[in-house]
């Protein structure tokens, strides 16, 4: 009995140096494997075809003849035993005319047999008290029945075909046998011409399929490896090639479908590269300040009080400005990684957004920005998350807000409840968002074309911290009308709340 333990240690896959597994190469590639299993397959059909075929043929000529054979002996016998076997004398004068006057001697040899298999007639004239040695006399001159036989006759070494049958006299006397013998050349003259032609059409056949099996390698398998090459030469770092769509089938989505991936990746790659342009300017400019502020102090140029603490403020923005960097790069880390977490409470989403305007306002008064905030008192803004990340959330979208719509000089800034859910709505009055740059505005590292300062991933990880609590963020824009940002949470039902806060 073979052991588990040794048998589950053999099916395990063989591994490459590295740990993956290792890949069978065959060979001929996939041309050679489509080529193999289906010839493979149509051959083994045509063969299994074939052999029935010749089997059947076989059996239908060799059937046809031994019934014709059998039923000529059975009718003879049973004529000569009806009216020509009264007496030895007359069997015999009746057999000798029969065998002179039989007229398909060409085709047929007739012999009469004695009690003992003697030949005592023949319509080839083969001499008498010959034996045949085929066995079908003996089964039929001592079984008393017809009998047939097929192979190769002993004295001619031809194939043939035999039928017995034994005679009677009238009186019920077993008297001899009728013999009737046939050449099979010519049957299997026909079985053989039957089977060739089969071959015929089988090799046709092979050939045709061999046609539509390069049609198809044409079609299909040429095309796949054009989009190998393709797909090499992106893997190599040439972003943004594409595939000629010659068929608008699966290979012709392929082809779509890689020709977007190229695309997307190739802005994937734009953007990227934007990226590390813009933070290295993002960063460069407020190190710049500081490490010149700093050489200043260091050096005591700033001896005016004045505008020593001109310095220490500009050193000090810049510095809480680098750390808002690194912190939306350290959001967006444990975002892609699916490490941030959210500490889940219960609390008013409304108090959170009144402290983010709040913290705002007096800054937007400085740029000469009015900020408008609406909210409904008697609602209930509940919702179940995390209110720093919510916070967080109010702060972005009002900083851009502030970034991108300062031409319009005014913010509104809405909070309502719709049924089960907490919208909020911050939106600007400034030149908006081009059309075609609307879709994009949410992906990581894509600032489009504004000039404006920032690192392109602060709405990325904005619209995630929203997914992560169940909610939405939508943006809708208009050319020269402003921007809307909408923020969708899931709210808390109210009949949930009063059983809380009773149980509290």
Excluded at 329 to 337: C, V
């Amino acid at each position: 009995m073979k052991h588990p333990a040794k048998t589950a240690a053999r099916r395990q896959p063989e591994l490459d140096a590295d740990g993956t597994v290792k890949v069978q190469h065959t060979p001929g590639g996939l041309k050679g494997r489509w080529l193999l299993n289906s010839l493979s397959f149509v051959v083994v059909i045509l063969a299994m075809v074939i052999i029935f075929l010749s089997v059947g043929v076989s059996q239908y000529y060799y059937t046809t003849i031994r019934n014709n054979l059998l039923g000529r002996v059975n009718t003879t016998a049973a004529t000569f035993r009806n009216y020509w076997t009264s007496s030895y004398e007359q069997f015999y004068a009746s057999a000798s005319r029969y065998v002179v006057e039989y007229e398909f001697k060409d085709k047929l040899e007739v012999q009469f047999l004695n009690q003992y298999s003697h030949v005592i007639l023949s319509t080839s004239g083969m001499s008498a008290d010959s034996v045949p040695q085929t066995g079908d006399v003996e089964k039929a001159l001592t079984g008393l029945e017809s009998a047939s036989w097929i192979g190769e006759d002993p004295l001619s070494g031809e194939r043939v075909m035999s039928c017995t049958a034994p005679l009677f006299t009238e009186n019920g006397d077993f008297i001899g046998g009728l013999r009737v013998v046939t050449s099979l050349s010519i049957a299997e003259r026909q079985i053989h011409q039957i089977i060739l032609a089969g071959l015929l059409v089988a090799v046709v056949f092979v050939g045709l399929v061999l046609f539509s099996n390069r049609y198809f390698i044409k079609t299909i398998l040429e095309p796949v490896v054009r989009i190998n090459e393709i797909v090499k030469e992106i893997t190599a770092g040439r972003y943004g090639m594409r595939l000629s769509k010659i068929y608008d089938d699966e290979i012709g989505q392929l082809c779509d479908n890689i020709n977007y991936m190229s695309e997307e990746i190739a802005r994937a790659e734009r953007m990227k590269n934007d990226f590390i342009s813009s933070l290295s300017h993002e960063l460069r400019t407020p190190l710049t300040a500081i490490g010149g502020w700093s050489e200043t102090l260091i050096a005591g140029g700033a001896e005016d009080p004045e505008a020593l603490m001109q310095g220490l403020e500009i050193i000090q923005k810049e510095a809480k400005r680098l750390t808002g960097m690194v912190e939306e790069l350290m959001d967006y880390a444990r975002i892609e990684s699916g490490r941030m977490k959210l500490s889940v409470e219960n609390f008013d989403l409304s108090l959170e957004l009144y402290e983010a305007v709040y913290m705002y306002e007096n800054l937007l008064k400085k740029e000469r920005i009015k900020l408008d905030y609406n909210e409904n008192g008697e609602e209930d803004y509940f919702i179940s998350g995390d209110r720093h990340r919510m916070k967080q959330v109010f702060l972005n979208v009002l900083d851009n807000a502030a970034k991108y719509g300062a031409d319009g000089k005014r913010i509104r800034v809405t909070i309502l409840r719709r049924q089960n859910t907490v919208v909020v709505k911050v939106r600007d009055f400034g030149a908006g968002i081009p059309e075609a740059e609307l879709p994009f505005v949410k992906e990581k590292f894509y600032k489009g074309s504004s000039k404006q300062r920032g690192s392109g991933i602060g709405l990325a990880v904005t619209d995630e911290i929203v997914k992560l609590h169940g909610g939405a963020l939508d943006i809708q824009s208009r050319p020269g009308e402003g921007t809307v940002v909408v923020i969708s949470i899931p709210a808390l039902r109210q009949k949930t709340r009063s059983l809380e806060e009773n149980h509290e």
